[in-house]
């Protein structure tokens, strides 16, 4: 037999393996779930970072490839929110609501775009919407009380921060706030104790600060 046929008759096959092997390694396209699930969690990591620009166009990205997915539709319309577009923010948020009524971010987020434009019964239901669905959610909880002490309900207020200061006990920021409201109504030992009790948790002079300069008008 010719040597140059029996080197024909190995390299076939070994070609063959070489073409099988490659197509084993090549990268498997991504479902249209998939894709939308990789550009959410790129806009999660960008907002982290601060770079909500970037991070908008990520979510549109994601809701491009997965027009359902509504935890996308509530990011983008938080960062619309931020940016002031509130039109464009209540249009995505309405359909993240559409798309899961269960989604308390969506109601909280939504919550903030009626408060910050005045509509203080409608963000009270947002927000007790959000908080129904997720009773962790502290944000929730403390825009409520923000609204309650807009509304002259300082009481109603300080319920709610104290459930947000046994989901998060360790928060300098919400004792200072408490303290402040008990200040306000005039309850200067209660407002002495969170007062004390925010310095001893925090050196950010943000806390420090306002927390001392309370602490010597209240002594």
């Known amino acids: 037999m010719r040597m140059d046929h029996v080197l024909n008759s190995l390299r076939l096959p070994l070609v063959l393996a070489v073409v099988l ?42 809701v491009r490839a997965d027009p359902r ?22 249009a995505d948020l309405n359909r993240a609501i ?55 309900e300082p009481e109603a207020a300080i319920e709610d921060i104290t459930s947000a200061i046994e989901l998060r006990p360790g928060s300098p920021n919400l004792y200072l706030t408490r303290g402040r409201i008990y200040a306000a109504l005039g309850q200067a030992a209660r407002a002495v104790a969170d007062l004390e009790q925010a310095l001893s948790l925090t050196q950010d002079e943000a806390v420090v600060v306002p927390a001392r300069q309370l602490l010597i008008l209240l002594q």
């Not at 390694?25 to 909500?52: H, I, M, W, Y």
Request: with cysteine; aromatic share 10%; charged share 25%.
């Open 21 to 62: 092997a490659a197509g084993a390694c090549s990268p498997r396209a991504l479902s249209t779930e998939e894709e939308a699930v990789l550009r959410f969690d790129e806009g999660l990591q960008l907002e982290e970072k601060g770079n909500l620009e970037k991070a908008h166009a990520a979510y549109t990205e994601a």
């Open 69 to 90: 997915m509504a935890d996308a539709y509530a990011r983008r319309g938080y960062i619309y929110f931020i940016y002031g577009n509130h039109i464009a923010a209540m």
């Open 98 to 152: 559409d798309l899961d009524p269960s989604l308390a971010a969506a109601f909280n987020y939504r919550g903030e775009t009626f408060a910050e434009n005045g509509l203080h019964d409608d963000a009270l239901l947002d927000y007790s919407k959000a908080i129904q669905l997720d009773p962790e959610l502290v944000e929730a909880r403390l825009n409520r009380a923000g609204v309650y002490i807009e509304t002259g």
